[in-house]
C-alpha cells in the first residue's frame, strides 16, 4: 500500500541519469536558495531602497522569462546535455563575479543589478534545457514521479538555503556567500557530465522567432496542453494571496511576525507533503479530471482562508492548499511532457514556465492592488470565489482534457541509432 501510496524513491537507485541529475539540482537549489537571502542583504546594505532591491529582483525575473523562451527554442535545435552544461557554467561565472563584486572595496550596485539579470537569463535556458531532456532521461511513464522527487528536494531547500546562507553572511561575509553558490555551481557540473547525449528529434535551422512561434502554435492548438497550461494559470492567480499574508495576520491577536511567519511556513509544508505522498497519482485514469478538481478545491480553500476566522483554522486551510497545489502541478507537469512530443518540448516547456512567471506577476499585482480597495479578508475571499468560478468553467469547457490519459504523444520522427542509444542508456 506505502507503494502505492508515496513517491517512488526507488527510482533513484534504479536510473543512473535521474540520479545525477538529482544530486545536481540539490546542490542548485541550495547554492540558488543562499542567493536568494545574499542578494537582498547586500543591495540592504550597501543603501539601497526597496526599489533598488525589487529592481534588481525584477531584472532576474525579466532575465527568467527571456531565458526560457530562448531556452525553448534553443532545447529543441541543440544537443540539450550540451546546452545545460553551458546554461549552469555560465551561471556559475556570474556568481563569481558577484563575490569578486563584493569583494571590492566599493561594490557596484550597477554591476549586482546586471549580474542578476545574466543569472536569471541563463539560469533560464538551464532549466528549460532540463525539462526538455527530462523524457529522455527517466521515460514519459516514470515522469510524475521523477517531478514529485524532485519537488521534495525543492521545498526542503527553501527552508535549509535561505538559514545557511545568513548564518554564512553573518560568519564570513556575503561576498563568501557568491563563492560558495559558484563552488556549488562547479559541483553540479561533475554529475552532469555523466549524461548521455540528447539530441532532440527533428530540430530545425528555422527562424528563432518562427520556431518560437511554432511552438505557442503547438501549445494554444492541442487542447490538452492548452487546458493545462490554462488551468496552471487559474492556480497561479489563487496562491497569488500570499501577498496578503502580513495584513491578514494583524487580526490574529497574537504578533504580526509570528502569525505570518506560520502563514508562509505552513503551505510549503503542505507541498512538501503533497510530493511525498503522490504515489497514488499514478493510478489515476483521468488524470485532466483530478487535476481540474483539485484546482477547483483548492480555489474553495483560498475562499475559506477568507471566511473563516482565526489563525489555527487558517494554517490547516494552507497546509491543505499546499498539498492541493503540489498534486495539481505534477499532474500538469506530467500532462504536458506526455502530450507534447519531443520535437515541441523545449518551446512548449518554456513558454508553459515563461507563462506561468508572468502569471504570478500579474497575480500578486492584482491581488495586491485589491488588498488596497477590499480588507485582506475579503478581497482573499474573492480571489477565492473568482479562481472558483473560472475552475468550474475550465471544467465544464475542457471534455478532452478530462477524458485524456497521462500520457499520448503524437507520433514523433523514427529516431537515429544515435537517439536509440539515448533512450536505452535512460
Known amino acids: 500500500m ?22 545536481a539540482r540539490t546542490i542548485s537549489l541550495l547554492g540558488l536558495g543562499m542567493l536568494a537571502v545574499a542578494l537582498p542583504l547586500q543591495l540592504h546594505a550597501l543603501g539601497g531602497d526597496s526599489l533598488t532591491i525589487g529592481l534588481a529582483l525584477a531584472l532576474d525575473g525579466v532575465g527568467t522569462f527571456v531565458g526560457l523562451l530562448l531556452g525553448g527554442v534553443l532545447a529543441d535545435r541543440h544537443e540539450r546535455r550540451r546546452l545545460i552544461l553551458f546554461a549552469r557554467s555560465v551561471c556559475g561565472i556570474g556568481f563569481a563575479l558577484l563575490a569578486a563584486n563584493a569583494w571590492l572595496p566599493a561594490p557596484s550596485l550597477v554591476a549586482i543589478c546586471a549580474l542578476s539579470a545574466w543569472d536569471g537569463f541563463f539560469g533560464g535556458i538551464g ?21 514529485a522527487l524532485s519537488m521534495v528536494t525543492m521545498r526542503l531547500a ?8 545568513g548564518a554564512l553572511i553573518a560568519a564570513a561575509g556575503v561576498g563568501w556567500c557568491y563563492a560558495a ?20 528529434q527533428g530540430g530545425d535551422d528555422e527562424h528563432p522567432l518562427r520556431a518560437l512561434a511554432g511552438g505557442l502554435r503547438y501549445l494554444v ?37 509570528l502569525a505570518a511567519g506560520l502563514m508562509y511556513a505552513a503551505v510549503p509544508l503542505g507541498a512538501t507533503l503533497g510530493a511525498l505522498v503522490s504515489g497514488w497519482t499514478e493510478a489515476l485514469r483521468r488524470p485532466g479530471l483530478a487535476m481540474l478538481v483539485i484546482g477547483v478545491a483548492l480555489c474553495a480553500c483560498v475562499l475559506l482562508l477568507g471566511v473563516v476566522p482565526g489563525l489555527v483554522p487558517a494554517l490547516v486551510l494552507l497546509v491543505l492548499l499546499g498539498y492541493l497545489v503540489s498534486v495539481a502541478s505534477l499532474l500538469q507537469y506530467a500532462l504536458v511532457q ?43 475571499a474573492f480571489t ?39 533512450a536505452d542508456a535512460a
Do not use: K
Request: net charge positive; proline share 9%; with cysteine.
Open 2 to 23: 506505502s507503494r502505492n501510496l508515496f513517491a517512488d524513491f526507488g527510482l533513484l537507485r534504479r536510473n543512473r541519469d535521474f540520479r545525477s541529475v538529482f544530486v
Open 127 to 147: 532549466v528549460t534545457a532540463l525539462m526538455a531532456a527530462m523524457p529522455a532521461i527517466v521515460g514519459r511513464e516514470n515522469l510524475m514521479q521523477a517531478r
Open 158 to 165: 527553501t527552508v535549509v538555503a535561505p538559514a545557511a546562507g
Open 181 to 200: 553558490a559558484a563552488a556549488g555551481t562547479g559541483l553540479t557540473l561533475l554529475p552532469l557530465l555523466r549524461l548521455p547525449r540528447m539530441p532532440p
Open 221 to 257: 492548438t492541442n487542447p490538452v496542453v492548452a487546458g493545462t497550461a490554462l488551468a496552471g494559470t487559474v492556480v497561479t492567480l489563487a496562491t497569488a494571496v500570499r501577498v496578503l499574508f502580513p495584513t491578514l495576520a494583524d487580526g490574529f491577536g497574537i504578533a504580526p511576525a
Open 338 to 380: 506526455g502530450h507534447t512530443p519531443d520535437r515541441y518540448l523545449g518551446r512548449v516547456n518554456g513558454l508553459w514556465s515563461a507563462q506561468e512567471a508572468a502569471g504570478d506577476v500579474a497575480g500578486t499585482l492584482g491581488v495586491g492592488l485589491l488588498g488596497r480597495l477590499l480588507p485582506a479578508a475579503g478581497a482573499i
Open 384 to 422: 477565492g470565489a473568482l479562481t472558483a468560478c473560472l475552475g468550474l468553467a475550465l471544467l465544464a469547457c475542457c471534455g478532452r482534457l478530462r477524458a485524456a490519459p497521462l500520457h499520448a504523444v503524437p507520433p514523433a520522427p523514427a529516431p537515429g541509432p544515435e537517439h536509440a542509444s539515448v
